[in-house]
T-cell receptor, first 114, second 115 residues
């Protein structure tokens, strides 16, 4: 079975600063994908970034980057230059090759201070 | 852009009612999913579907059924709503059958309150 752990229930960050949201995972499957989603108060889950287990380089998408450390089984999300609109819940999720189901972590609430 | 829509953003129903939650995607995705989200429990998979008329149980299927008569539409049915089904329901879709690593795109969610 797969498991995703997000140990930070809530975090504050000052506007324009960078922030790292932690995610560790556990799976015995060698082929897997790691995803980060943002959920603002409106409720919609917005896909941010994806990292495959065989990808050689860390994924980046604009201000988002994924710090993938395979040996430590961690996939932390880094948001550079935080903006007020980044205030939201952030979920780390994993999918393994046996199917397309996502396993989600418990989420981290990020609050950006002006 | 992928577009996943859900029939209602907010819904209030009474205990014992039959409830239909509709989800439509416009990107010809094979896979569709229904999740519920509850505080402290995260997102949990209820049912998913790889193809028309095909369904598979997720982690918490009890009290729910689904229907997929057309590729773009996936319905979640609460046969007899109960108060413990008060939750946020999220629909998602993804491309490619059984590939395992495709991104799931979510709809805006339906907040269901069962009185």
């Amino acid at each position: 079975a797969q498991k995703i752990t997000q140990t930070q229930p809530g975090m504050f960050v000052q506007e324009k600063e960078a922030v790292t949201l932690d995610c560790t995972y556990d799976t015995s499957d060698p082929s897997y994908g790691l995803f980060w989603y943002k959920q603002p108060s409106s409720g919609e889950m917005i896909f941010l970034i994806y990292q495959g287990s065989y990808d050689q380089q860390n994924a980046t998408e604009g201000r988002y980057s994924l710090n993938f450390q395979k040996a430590r089984k961690s996939a932390n999300l880094v948001i550079s230059a935080s903006q007020l609109g980044d205030s939201a819940m952030y979920f780390c999720a994993m999918s393994v090759n046996a199917g397309n189901m996502l396993t989600f972590g418990g989420g981290t609430r990020l609050m950006v201070k002006p | 852009d992928v577009k996943v829509t859900q029939s209602s953003r907010y819904l209030v129903k009474r205990t014992g009612e039959k409830v239909f939650l509709e989800c439509v995607q416009d990107m010809d995705h094979e896979n569709m999913f229904w999740y519920r989200q509850d505080p402290g429990l995260g997102l949990r998979l209820i049912y998913f579907s790889y193809d028309v008329k095909m369904k598979e149980k997720g982690d918490i299927p009890e009290g729910y059924s689904v229907s997929r008569e057309k590729k773009e539409r996936f319905s979640l049915i609460l046969e007899s709503a109960s108060t413990n089904q008060t939750s946020m329901y999220l629909c998602a879709s993804s491309l490619v059958k059984g590939a395992g690593l495709e991104t799931q795109y979510f709809g805006p969610g339906t907040r269901l309150l069962v009185l």
